[in-house]
């Protein structure tokens, strides 16, 4: 079974939490996993006024992926930051380009899932994985969130992002906050949880 974690990072936390993913994918025996990123659309100019260049040569070597990508994976779980509550223009562009597959149905049946990062505790934890699933929907693609089997996201004794529908991390309005060992868990649980499915409807 082929997993596939696709993934746009602008500052380097959606990219922490889509190697927890891979960790937790990776437990399952007989998943086949692969990290790659969306290619980065912004200019050189824009990318050192956000200040954005440093952080992402954490991830320069991580593969870019094309459409052909998605064909080949059983699993994908997607990760995006959120801007404005839905994901990043990065991850849409990508997504706009898939016509040919969803005119193929190639993406029916294969499992979909979604994780992110917001700056903020109320800036789109939900809003911005949900806003995701109708493009998987539109593929036929068959949804996995993170159940409440992961215990970690009903705490309160800290700050933490996770939800029903996806893990996600907290970054802070400056990106000065990394994913913490909460968040990260239930990245790991997300990854292994849709691999042990993605195995199962693959049998």
């Known amino acids: 079974m082929k997993l596939l974690v696709l993934f746009y990072s602008t500052y380097g936390h ?5 190697k927890a993913i891979a960790e937790g ?15 980065e659309t912004l200019p050189m100019e824009v990318l050192e006024k956000l ?13 870019i992926a094309n459409i052909d990508d998605l064909e080949k994976a059983d699993a994908i779980i997607f990760g995006t930051p959120t801007r404005f509550g839905n994901m990043a223009a990065q991850m849409k562009q990508f997504l706009d380009a898939t016509g040919s597959l969803w005119s193929k149905g190639s993406l029916i049946g294969k499992v979909g899932s979604v994780f992110t990062s917001t700056a903020t505790q109320h800036g789109g934890q939900e809003s911005t994985i949900l806003n995701f699933h109708t493009t998987l929907l539109h593929h036929g693609m068959v949804l996995v969130g993170l159940p409440y089997s992961f215990g970690g ?6 700050i933490t992002g996770g939800s029903p529908y996806g893990a996600s991390t907290i970054a802070g309005g400056q990106g000065e906050r990394m994913p913490s060992e909460n968040e990260l868990a239930g990245a790991r649980f997300q990854g292994k949880h849709v691999a042990e499915i993605a195995l199962k409807l693959n049998k």
Not at 51 to 63: C, L, M, R, S, T
Not at 153 to 158: K, M, P, S, V
């Open 25 to 39: 994918a990776m437990e399952v025996e007989g998943a086949e996993v692969e990290i790659k990123r969306v290619e």
């Open 51 to 63: 200040g954005a260049v440093e952080a992402q040569k954490a991830f320069k070597d991580i593969p």
């Open 153 to 158: 996201q009903t705490r309160i004794d800290e």
């Open 14 to 18: 959606v990219y922490q939490m889509a």
